[in-house]
């Protein structure tokens, strides 16, 4: 297949006629090559079982063993692995003894992964339970179609980007994300990506439409939807009016924009199409569009079973998903830990839990799974994940402590309408185990709490009937940018730098600032250097670029520091803004807001974010108001003392 870049073929498609457009592929995005390729991957590890080999390992293996001595950016950059998943899969593998990291003498600030002999012999044995994994994904296709669909992958694929282990999973897994890439590439410069064409193709055939119709076209999940609709709200691309068959509902369509970036995508996807026809010619084009239809369910709705299970290997390191039983829990419902092929599930859940209760989405898959990377959040002891009887994740609690102090914070997510007993049965589940985790520390007693948006009284209930009292109001305050902010003048004295993560002087100085800038503030725990390094570390995104010190004749007295949590909404954030006292007063913390404003705009970003206790005593209440900021939402924090297990 060709490799693209650039716009030029863009923009030159969007002037060809619609008709010619569509030549040699299936009208719309449903019947795309690349959407039935997202259809059948998505379904993958939903299927999967448990004890199989797990597929992330094994393609790191079979990558390494085809190519020793990569990075571990290099091999996540190969695979289309979040690089913070990487990082949690190659500890696990050296921690097996299937992998070694050595200093890699080109770069000293990089490792260069090898495989052991260990790794190798595990790696054969993954590849035979490989073999039984795709005889469950191809069970509904005859001998034939199973080789002419490896035959017809192999083919997308260029040279580089053969899987290094063989197997029908990996070829679609490859030939679906080298897809995306490419089209996220083509889309880059208008603020797309592929996710973005299907729901705009399909409002603009239905709407005005319900957000349910659109999920139903797409066969995706309302708050799969709801997620991709709340994006191309805000990007202006679609805007919701009243349904006029049902008042109570939003009815979406496109903007004039939104119409305009839709000739974009189409365009993009149909050059898509193009390549893979020019690769497979029209009639491999058809012949795969006929097998990968055949992978997945029937039109009717019936869901056809991949029945073949596979056999644990024998060195296979893989989450264990044992269920759970918890007391009070209402029948119907299975329990399981959470492990990062939940996020996507978890998301949902999180996302439809938002919706009912803010009116919007505020959670992304970074958030999800920077719970399970938690410095102090154990995924096999501190996290549960809901089923009902058709086995989707309808619930999710977990357990997070940012320092590891005297203080646990959970929080325990449902989808509208789940059994009222799900969530008071989970935070019993929750309270036993912070007791535990008492012990655990050595405390005698440890403050649990949990945050309640105002408004959303039947979560406040479970609370309080679980003994917690309402004890400090946060609010979440917002901006939205309507162009460049200019970056702003530095008040006399005082200099901006970017904060280095390679310099031990900067963790140290910045360390020093966030402790004594917030000692006198409300619920602040004891945090160590290395505690607060700990939690960046497990983020999925700090985004150090913009952590900015403030220095005054060269010595650090300021610190904004942002991450890229709602980056997925062209969003900025700021976690933390202090100032150290004796340097209050002098406009330090005002400059930092607005050079941070100024650098997410340059970035393209179009609103931001944080969050502030509304009874802070420094004033800073009143500094975000007078820069724009305003109140989003309000949540209460609820806390109860919780003793130690056995006390």
């Given at each position: 297949m060709r490799q693209h870049s650039?716009?030029?073929?863009?923009?030159?498609?969007?002037?060809?006629?619609?008709?010619?457009?569509?030549?040699?592929?299936?009208?719309?995005?449903?019947?795309?090559?690349?959407?039935?390729?997202?259809?059948?991957?998505?379904?993958?590890?939903a299927d999967a079982a448990p004890a199989d080999a797990p597929s992330r390992e094994l393609a790191v293996l079979g990558t390494?063993?085809?190519?020793?001595?990569?990075?571990?950016?290099?091999?996540?950059?190969?695979?289309?692995?979040?690089?913070?998943?990487?990082?949690?899969?190659?500890?696990?593998?050296?921690?097996?003894?299937?992998?070694?990291?050595?200093?890699?003498?080109?770069?000293?600030?990089?490792?260069?992964?090898?495989?052991?002999?260990?790794?190798?012999?595990?790696?054969?044995?993954?590849?035979?339970?490989?073999?039984?994994?795709?005889q469950r994904i191809t069970a509904s296709l005859d001998l034939r179609e199973r080789r002419r669909l490896d035959e017809l992958l192999r083919r997308l694929l260029p040279e580089p980007e053969h899987p290094a282990v063989p197997g029908t999973e990996f070829l679609l897994a490859h030939a679906y994300l080298l897809l995306r890439r490419r089209g996220d590439a083509l889309l880059a410069d208008v603020g797309l990506k592929m996710r973005h064409y299907g729901p705009l193709f399909a409002i603009d055939q239905l709407g005005p439409c319900p957000q349910q119709d659109v999920a139903d076209y797409l066969a995706i999940t309302e708050p799969a939807a709801a997620n991709v609709v709340d994006e191309l709200v805000k990007?202006?691309?679609?805007?919701?009016?009243?349904?006029?068959r049902d008042r109570r509902r939003y009815a979406l369509q496109l903007t004039e924009l939104g119409r305009q970036r839709l000739k974009?995508?189409?365009?993009?996807s149909q050059r898509l199409n193009a390549d893979v026809e020019q690769t497979l010619g029209a009639a491999g084009i058809e012949e795969l569009r006929t097998i990968l239809t055949k992978l997945l369910p029937a039109q009717d709705g019936s869901r056809q079973s991949f029945a073949v299970r596979a056999e644990p290997c024998a060195g296979c390191v893989v989450m264990t998903t044992q269920a759970l039983d918890i007391p009070g829990m209402p029948t119907g419902y299975a329990i399981h830990r959470q492990s990062l092929d939940d996020t996507e599930a978890i998301l949902a859940v999180v996302h439809a839990s938002d919706i009912a209760t803010l009116g919007y989405a505020d959670f992304a898959s970074g958030d999800v799974i920077d719970v399970?990377?938690?410095?102090?959040?154990?995924?096999?002891?501190?996290?549960?994940?809901?089923?009902?009887?058709?086995?989707?994740?309808?619930?999710?609690?977990?357990?997070?402590?940012?320092?590891?102090?005297?203080?646990?914070?959970?929080?325990v997510y449902g989808n509208p309408g789940i059994d009222a007993g799900v969530r008071p049965a989970l935070i019993d589940a929750v309270l036993a185990r912070v007791a535990e985790r008492a012990i655990d520390r050595g405390l005698?007693?440890?403050?649990?709490?949990?945050?309640?948006?105002?408004?959303d009284d039947a979560w406040a209930a479970v609370l309080v009937d679980h003994g917690f009292t309402a004890s400090r109001r946060f609010s979440r305050m917002t901006i939205e940018f309507d162009g460049p902010r200019p970056f702003p003048t530095a008040p006399?004295?005082?200099?901006?730098?970017?904060?280095?993560?390679?310099?031990?002087?900067?963790?140290?100085?910045?360390?020093?600032?966030?402790v004594d800038s917030f000692a006198e503030h409300w619920g602040v725990a004891e945090m160590t250097l290395a505690a607060f390094r700990g939690r960046i570390d497990a983020e999925q995104d700090p985004n150090f670029a913009e952590w900015f010190f403030a220095d005054v004749d060269n010595v650090p007295v300021g610190i904004c520091q942002s991450t890229g949590s709602f980056a997925e909404q062209n969003a900025g954030w700021i976690r933390n803004l202090g100032v150290l006292p004796a340097y209050r007063g002098r406009g330090i913390a005002r400059f930092l807001l607005e050079h941070a404003f100024a650098s997410y705009t340059a970035r393209g970003r179009t609103s931001a974010g944080l969050g502030v206790d509304t009874q802070n005593e420094t004033g800073a209440l009143r500094l975000y108001e007078s820069v724009g900021l305003h109140p989003a939402f309000q949540a209460d924090a609820y806390q109860r003392t919780i003793a130690a297990a056995g006390i």
């Open positions: 650039g716009r030029e073929g863009i923009v030159k498609a969007v002037e060809t006629p619609d008709s010619a457009m569509t030549t040699g592929a299936a009208a719309g995005p449903r019947g795309s090559i690349g959407n039935l390729l997202r259809q059948v991957y998505a379904r993958i590890p390494l063993a085809f190519a020793q001595g990569l990075s571990q950016r290099d091999v996540a950059e190969r695979l289309g692995i979040n690089r913070t998943i990487m990082v949690r899969l190659i500890d696990r593998l050296e921690d097996a003894g299937y992998v070694t990291r050595t200093r890699n003498p080109a770069n000293r600030r990089s490792y260069a992964l090898s495989l052991t002999e260990a790794g190798r012999k595990v790696l054969d044995e993954m590849r035979n339970a490989v073999s039984i994994r795709d990007a202006g691309l679609v805007m919701r009016g009243q349904d006029p974009i995508a189409r365009a993009v399970y990377n938690g410095s102090h959040t154990d995924p096999e002891r501190d996290t549960w994940v809901v089923r009902d009887g058709s086995n989707t994740v309808c619930a999710w609690a977990f357990i997070a402590s940012n320092y590891g102090g005297g203080t646990d914070e959970f929080d005698s007693e440890v403050l649990a709490t949990a945050y309640a948006v105002v408004g006399a004295g005082v200099t901006v730098r970017v904060f280095d993560p390679a310099s031990e002087r900067d963790w140290s100085d910045w360390h020093r600032i966030l």
